[in-house]
């Protein structure tokens, strides 16, 4: 579990190659979860409590790798980054379930595609 006091910001891929990575991302009261590249579980569950950031041209959230799948969570919104382009954000879960709790692409400027 990463918790923050204000923003998380995560511009580097997140995998693990050899066991089940499993994500919890805990940005503080007023900050948001800024995700600008993927994270790759093996089988891990990801959750992102806070309000959430996507960036980058296409952002990957994937527990599909190492066979079966886990959940995916996001407990607030999810919007894109006001800069760089079209924003895509693509959430593979296969066997786990996908829970979004909030508004998807509720700002000025939407996510291209989820």
Known sequence: MLIADNDI?????ISSTGGTLYVDLLAGATGKVDINAA??????????????????????????????????TFTSTIDAATTGGAHAL????????????????????????L
């Open 9 to 13: 910001i995560i511009n580097s891929a």
């Open 39 to 72: 994270i790759t579980t093996n089988g891990g569950a990801i959750k992102v409590t806070g309000a959430a950031t996507i960036g980058g041209t296409g952002v990957t959230l994937d527990t599909t790798t190492g066979g079966g799948g886990a959940n995916i």
């Open 90 to 113: 693509i959430l593979k879960a296969r066997n786990g379930t996908i829970d979004l709790k909030g508004i998807v692409g509720g700002t000025t400027p939407s996510l291209a595609s």
